[in-house]
């Protein structure tokens, strides 16, 4: 029975999800565990510029795994050959990369498609998951297209215990529910499939979808017109499709920690990657001087001007 009166909950707008035909599990990484155990592949090709999270499922579920480059393109370095039930694995990264998903749908039978960095990107008829946390004030969440599914009956996430981190910087700022966060992001990584929490979806329920879009997208264009002659990446704006951050790439080992001591965290991905590559191969350049500059719907364009202002101190 519905319970009535008492102490009010979090009010949220009731919308609609983004992804409403998509399966919703827990997590990207327990999305491909889950295309996994459908697919039962008995080898899978991934990209050696990944993170070690999505490695996990692999190893767990033990498939055997071969490493492909990356060119400056970010298109992969496809082996000639596939068996029967190999399947490559391809990460639209930072969301800017659609038309080499398009491509590879359009030429690959055996794909899987990472679009944990491109959630607008619509899905194609291949396996293809999501991460909300990547976009938006979640703890927990994925979603997941695939055809065939398992037959057995999966647990919910219960979330509320770990939302402390996003409570605390709304009131005290990031400093002070970074420590929690680690914790919650080192709990999700043995947090075994399950189906994503209620909280976490009514949260995604409430979210004005396409006023994020736009919000990205025209912070990732004010930063591309500005910082392009600089950027060694070629960036096609016409692949634009509310991307996850502003990846530019420069050779200034001093301009990372220059904008994270300017309270400007930027990320690393991924720091693993340099265990596993050449120093002589562009993920290990890519690892070391790529500044994925945040762009997302928190942020307007005084906050882009006073990125590049900070940018330009150092160079």
């Known amino acids: 029975m519905r319970e009535i009166g008492g102490y009010f909950e979090l009010e949220l707008e009731k919308k609609k999800e ?10 990207g990484r327990n999305a491909l565990y889950y295309i996994l155990k459908v697919l039962e592949p008995t ?6 510029y990944i993170c070690d999270s999505v490695l996990e499922p692999i190893h767990e579920l033990k498939i055997e795994l071969e490493f492909y480059h990356i060119n400056k393109k970010f298109e992969p370095e496809i082996p000639s050959k596939f068996n029967q039930n190999e399947f490559l694995l391809y990460v639209n990264y930072f969301g800017t990369n659609d038309s080499i998903v398009k491509f590879l749908a ?8 990472d679009n944990s960095q491109a959630f607008y990107c619509q899905p194609y008829k291949y ?3 999501y991460s909300t946390r990547k976009f938006f004030g979640v703890v927990d969440g994925s979603y997941l ?4 599914f398992l037959e057995e009956e999966l647990e919910q996430a219960i979330s509320y215990k770990n939302y402390s981190h996003i409570l605390k910087r ?10 929690d966060y680690l914790k919650v992001e080192e709990f999700l990584s043995h947090e075994p499939l399950k189906r994503m929490s209620n909280l976490t979806q009514n949260i995604l329920s409430s979210i004005n979808y396409k006023e994020v879009k736009l919000t990205r997208e025209r912070n990732f264009i004010f930063l591309h017109k500005n910082l392009k002659d600089l950027n060694e ?4 704006l016409e692949n634009l499709n509310g991307p996850m951050k502003y990846p530019f790439l420069i050779n200034n080992r001093k301009l990372k920690q220059f904008l994270i001591e300017n309270k400007i965290y930027i990320s690393t991905y991924w720091q693993e990657v340099i265990e596993r590559v050449e120093k002589s191969s562009y993920e290990y350049y890519l690892t ?4 994925p500059i945040p762009i997302d719907q928190r942020y307007n364009l005084t906050d882009m001007k006073l990125i590049i202002e900070k940018i330009k101190e150092v160079l």
């Open 106 to 113: 359009a030429n690959i039978k055996n794909l899987i498609i």
């Open 288 to 291: 070391k001087n790529l500044i």
């Open 170 to 179: 709304w009131e005290l700022g990031a400093n002070a529910g970074y420590e």
């Open 145 to 148: 297209y695939i055809e065939k």
């Open 127 to 129: 396996p293809t998951f």
């Open 233 to 236: 990446l070629h960036i096609n």
């Open 43 to 48: 080898k899978i090709f991934i990209p050696y």
């Open 18 to 27: 983004y992804h409403p035909e998509a399966l919703r599990l827990n997590s």
